[in-house]
């Protein structure tokens, strides 16, 4: 019997992996496709080679205005594709090789769960039984594709969600993306760049749904500029082979046409087809009365005592960071180690460029809580290396200060590369610093990450 069995090779079950392995405990990891899940095959490491190549493109357009000529950059998108491929075997490879070093036992097949067996948890894949102690649902999730006419069946033609766009043979002409959330922005970013008309169609009046307003209002403005059409406050009602159809908040129908479809209006928790219901966990229900995510503690226990679940499968915060810490708080539970989850210092960043970055609480829901708080702005022009490497480049700093304890509450930001900044600020909230104590603390000159303590500078 092995001590723990962890179904899902993602970044909640690959690291839960490596830390319970390198723990000592004897695990067995169940992974049908590629180790390193959505976020490393077809998610969050894929996209950002995109955008990187995308990064590089513009600024080989704009070189002149740093003084440096270049002559006609044009983008091979057969190039820019292959390297994503080469990327992700480099990253996979690397993943197989921790398991490895952390004596992990990976099976590389569909696993089902069979419910309890003995002092275990059963679990069966190609045709072998295997029993395990404990056992830690990382299944992911999937994209959501609304039953709206005509947008299933597009599926697998024009319709395609973030899987398929990612190996398009061709560059699309024309791009409609119906959901101008983080992924929406990301592929309309990237597709923005490398020269092809993009349409985002979002049901909100505002794009990236709850990321700060404002910073939302400025990113939206750039794109608009860069030639990005929005439709805000549109609700995509038909799919009509290769056109969108959707009703503008003035009750009007429009209708705007696409080489392809991208349709990103959320993720679901994977529930069914792999044995879940045997165990009897109960799961985490919406307004509606309708499963969400299975149903966890803050320590990553499922109802069912020995199951545990980390990353999308839970439901909420679905972004590999969290996954990644869920999964060592339940290993850390299963080690009898004190631990536990809090997610009010988790980050969220949006790769388009400029990026977006936030974490804690936003000044919207700040006033929706009634919280007493203070809001600081600052533009990124504050910071002279940020001045220094973007021409003509626009972005904010904006912190949420607790007025009665004067903690960091929430810091929200636009400009390159606040991606690589927030840490600090989810340091700051993490660990309730005050703003004195980021006054006294010495940031490195130049860089734009002095924009954080420059934005607190005045409040005493
Ligand atoms: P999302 O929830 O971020 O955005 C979906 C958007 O679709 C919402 O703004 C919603 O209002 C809109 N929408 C829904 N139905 C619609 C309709 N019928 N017509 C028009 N608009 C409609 O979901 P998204 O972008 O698909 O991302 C899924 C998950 O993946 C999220 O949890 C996200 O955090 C995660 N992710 C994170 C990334 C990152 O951290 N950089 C990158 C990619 C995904």
């Not at 955008?51 to 091979?76: C, I, M, W």
């Not at 020995?306 to 499968?313: H, I, L």
């Amino acid at each position: 019997m092995h001590d723990l069995a962890i179904i899902g090779g993602g970044p909640g079950g690959y690291v839960a992996a490596g830390r319970a392995g390198a723990a000592g405990l004897s695990v067995i990891l169940f992974e049908k496709n590629n180790l390193g899940g959505v976020c490393l095959n077809e998610g969050c490491i894929p996209t950002k080679t995109l955008l990187y190549s995308a990064k590089v493109l513009e600024y080989t357009q704009h070189a002149d205005r740093y003084g440096v000529n270049v002559e006609a950059p044009a983008v091979d998108f057969g190039a820019v594709l292959k390297r994503k491929e080469k990327v992700v075997r480099k990253l996979v490879a690397g993943v197989k090789a921790q398991m490895k070093a952390a004596g992990v036992e990976v099976i590389a097949a569909e696993a089902e769960i069979r419910g309890r067996s003995g002092e275990g948890f059963s679990v069966v894949a190609d045709g072998q039984e295997y029993v395990a102690r404990n056992l830690l649902l990382c299944t992911g999730s999937e994209a959501v594709v609304p039953p709206i006419p005509g947008l299933r069946e597009g599926l697998g033609g024009v319709v395609v969600t973030s899987r398929e766009i990612l190996s398009l043979s061709e560059q699309p002409a024309e791009l409609v993306v119906i959901g101008g959330g983080v992924i929406g922005m990301e592929f309309a970013s990237f597709f923005n760049s490398i020269g092809t008309k993009v349409t985002v169609v979002e049901m909100l009046p505002k794009i990236l749904g709850p990321m700060d307003d404002e910073i939302s209002a400025m990113l939206q403005a750039q794109y608009a500029r860069k030639g990005v059409a929005f439709q805000l406050g549109c609700k995509v009602t038909a799919v009509e082979g290769d056109t969108v159809v959707y009703e503008t908040p003035e009750g009007e129908t429009c209708r705007v046409r696409g080489d392809r479809i991208l349709v990103c209006v959320g993720r679901r928790a994977r529930l069914q087809g792999y044995g879940l219901e045997s165990l009897g966990v109960e799961y985490a229900l919406n307004p509606a009365g309708r499963p969400y995510g299975v149903k966890v503690d803050a320590r990553m226990r499922t109802s069912v005592p020995g199951v545990y679940a980390a990353g999308d499968v839970t439901g909420f915060s679905m972004l590999a960071h969290t996954a990644s810490r869920e999964g060592e708080v339940a290993v850390n539970d299963i080690l009898g180690v004190s631990d536990s989850m809090r997610y009010d210092a988790i980050p969220g960043v949006v790769y388009t460029n400029p990026e977006v970055a936030g974490v804690g609480v936003t000044e919207a829901e700040a006033l929706q809580k009634g919280l007493d708080v203070s809001v600081l702005k600052l533009p990124m022009a504050f910071s002279g290396r940020f001045v220094a490497e973007n021409e003509r480049g626009e972005g904010a700093c904006k912190v949420i200060v607790d007025n009665a304890t004067r903690t960091v509450l929430g810091v929200h930001m636009l400009g390159n590369p606040c991606s690589e900044l927030i840490h600090g600020a989810c340091l700051a909230i993490e660990h309730k610093l005050t703003v004195k104590q980021l006054q006294e603390t010495v940031f490195p000159h130049p860089t734009v990450s002095e924009i954080l303590r420059e934005t607190v500078s005045g409040l005493r």
